[in-house]
């Protein structure tokens, strides 16, 4: 079946770059998606890139995207004490109505 | 800039009850989902809801599960007889098409 995974940690120091890896299986996968979770609050949609995409920026954040490895990353540049939190990474295919499947999540921490 | 709620926050209820989980989606928005997380494992795809019938459900929403539309705002999940396993987060989401789904702040479901 379908799965999603990722590195469980990531430590960085203010100011330098993160970078989160996400693997997937579906070949058939349509949009890919980035979340954030900080403590105590709900999944905020960071980003997403369609399949045919290989990458997209949205200011601090890059997203790249190589199909052919199934091989998904969020960069953030510049990278805040604000940033410390669970990034999600999360998949979807056309043909089954939009579920996600996600991955365990990635917990960054930004060290000043 | 709307969002999706969620009540209660947290939810404490002995095995064997009933409870439901309220949402409201963001008002415009056609698609309808539950997920859940529990402590510790992977986000878990619940049900999809659109034009006022289920689109998909996975296996872990069996008979015990229902979902309802009962008015134009509120969208609610029930549980009818709680386990000790339903213990989770569950959050709601909605979405206008294909791409973006919005969750909200999630409900802590405690069942003892």
């Known amino acids: 079946g379908e799965d999603v ?7 960085v120091r203010e100011g330098d770059s993160s970078v989160i890896n996400c693997t997937y299986t579906d070949s058939s ?41 199934k091989h998904l990353s969020l960069r953030i540049a ?8 669970i990034y999600f990474c999360a998949e979807s295919s056309a043909g089954n109505n939009r579920k996600l499947i996600w991955g365990l999540g990635t917990s960054l921490a930004v060290n000043p | 800039e709307p969002e999706v709620t969620q ?30 997380q529990i402590l510790g494992q992977k986000v878990e795809f619940l049900v ?6 289920i689109s998909e459900k996975s296996e872990i929403f069996d008979d015990q ?3 309802e539309r009962p008015d134009g705002s509120n969208f609610t999940l029930k549980i009818r007889s709680t386990k000790l396993e339903d213990s989770a987060m569950y959050f709601c989401a909605s979405s206008a098409g294909w791409n973006e789904q919005f969750f909200g702040p999630g409900t802590r479901l405690t069942v003892l």
């Open chain 1, 29 to 69: 996968s349509t949009y890919l998606y980035w979340y954030k979770q900080e403590p105590g609050a709900g999944l905020q949609l960071l980003t997403y890139i369609f399949s045919n995409m290989d990458m997209k920026q949205d200011q601090r954040l890059t997203v790249l995207l190589n199909k052919k490895d």
């Open chain 1, 78 to 85: 510049d990278t805040q004490t604000g940033d410390s939190a």
């Open chain 2, 48 to 53: 999809s809801f659109y034009n006022n019938e």
């Open chain 2, 7 to 36: 009540t209660p926050s947290h939810q404490v209820t002995q095995m064997g009850q009933e409870v439901i989980l309220r949402c409201v989606p963001i008002s415009n928005h056609l698609y309808f989902y539950w997920y859940r």
């Open chain 1, 5 to 11: 995974e990722q590195s469980l940690f990531l430590s």
């Open chain 2, 65 to 67: 599960f229902s979902v």
